[in-house]
């Protein structure tokens, strides 16, 4: 099973095909299996009420990023902090945080920031190599914090509260956010022309009004998700709502934006939803073989070490990430290694967290990186000098990554406080 994916993968087939294949040469082969139960375990994967909030924060970003709220958001970034020497550098971290809240997916804040951040800080000076590595590493955010469509994918494989995952996620995206920003600093230390007139109080203040409205979606997600007035999934059918509504009062809505917003949702949720089907029948053969029971005993043989066992794991999901998107990642690891980090005393919330950022990790690495191709694509930067931008910024993201391993805490404090473990 393993090997059929691993050449199927290789040979560039698409990922849910390289899932299905394996799948359903072992059901034809095995006696005791049929093809309705292959059906019914495909169907199952999606068939589930958690998964409905995956096409709906896609569908949620892609209103927030086309119908132009980003821009406000930039906008105010820009008034607050325009008068830091490196100011752009912060601005696109802020920018790329509250469009966060928005838009759940590395790839849209990717897409977003990089069609408006990158011209622009090319504008007042920055390097190329500087915007796109900021550029790129902010945009790791999104996924770390509602409404991270990682976790929503992690919370129902593993059988863990989404509501959890959201609420474990944001104090390491707040340690990402403080890394990037010493980087920043560190970088632009010497650039002492790299500054823009301070904006006025009053001029802020507008600016500050005119983005307001675009961040009470976060209020409403995670107010509502908080106090129990709906789920994750409901708290994702208000969100797009409440963001159409924004739009239309702004005017930034047209016939044409709705049809490409609509269409991009459709493909998006498509490819993801094609994945997890694939994938729920997949685990179903590795759960049926005793695939978990068997990595555990390996694993226990070899150690007996919690810490032993995260490091092997980053290791191994830091290689895996570079040649797999993080979705089809999760599907396929997180029921084998969920139960052998259970096994070691790690909770399956804390251990969550630390595979969605590798996986994040992996976003920017090489030979897959979608997000490296993503930035290129809207910058039309050839991906080569993308990646050269990106290096220097490994160094906060791996360091963001030691404190989320061994410091569990910082993932379960605020899920503990706010009741959800």
Not at 172 to 199: F, Y
Request: include cysteine.
């Amino acid at each position: 099973m393993l090997g059929g994916l691993l050449v199927l993968l290789a040979l560039r087939v698409p990922v849910a095909i390289s899932l299905l294949v394996p799948s359903l040469v072992y059901v034809l082969l095995d006696p005791t299996a049929s093809l309705g139960i292959a059906v019914q375990r495909t169907v199952s994967g999606v068939n589930n009420f958690a998964i409905l909030a995956v096409p709906l924060f896609i569908l949620l970003g892609n209103l927030a990023n086309i119908s132009g709220l980003s821009d406000r958001l930039y906008t105010t970034a820009i008034a607050f902090l325009g008068h830091i020497r490196g100011s752009l550098g912060y601005v696109n971290i802020a920018t790329s945080f509250g469009f966060s809240w928005m838009s759940g997916a590395a790839i849209a804040d990717a897409a977003a920031m990089g069609k408006i951040q990158v011209p622009a800080m090319k504008k007042r000076g920055y390097s190329e190599e500087f915007s796109l590595g900021i550029t790129g590493a902010s945009s790791m955010i999104a996924p770390m914090i509602p409404p991270s469509i990682p976790a929503i994918i992690y919370a129902v494989t593993a059988g863990v509260s989404v509501g959890a995952l959201f609420m474990a996620g944001i104090l390491p995206a707040l340690v990402l956010i403080a890394c990037l920003c010493v980087m920043v600093w560190w970088l632009m230390r010497k650039q002492r022309h790299l500054v823009l007139p301070r904006t006025g109080w009053a001029a802020r203040g507008r600016s500050l009004l005119g983005s307001l409205p675009a961040l009470g979606a976060a209020v409403i997600i995670l107010g509502g998700i908080l106090s129990g007035v709906f789920t994750p999934t409901e708290a994702a059918g208000v969100g797009v709502l409440y963001i159409f509504v924004i739009a239309l009062i702004y005017g930034s809505l047209t016939w044409r934006k709705v049809y490409r917003i609509l269409l991009g949702s459709v493909e998006t949720t498509g490819s993801v939803l094609l994945i997890v089907a694939a994938a729920a029948l997949f685990g179903w053969v590795l759960a049926r073989e005793q695939a978990p029971q068997l990595a555990a005993e390996f694993i226990l043989n070899f150690t007996s070490s919690p810490i032993v066992f995260l490091i092997l794991v980053n290791v191994l999901l830091l290689i895996i990430g570079a040649v797999l998107e993080p979705t089809a990642a999760i599907l396929i690891l997180v029921p084998v290694l969920g139960p052998v980090a259970e096994t070691f005393g790690i909770s399956p919330v804390h251990f969550g967290v630390v595979v969605i950022f590798n996986l994040l990790i992996g976003l920017l690495t090489p030979p897959v990186g979608l997000v490296l191709f993503v930035l290129s694509s809207v910058t039309n930067v050839p991906v080569t000098r993308v990646i050269k931008g990106v290096v220097p910024f490994f160094i906060p993201m791996l360091a963001t990554l030691v404190v989320i391993t061994f410091v569990p805490a910082l993932s379960m404090w605020l899920p503990a406080v706010l009741g959800f473990t």
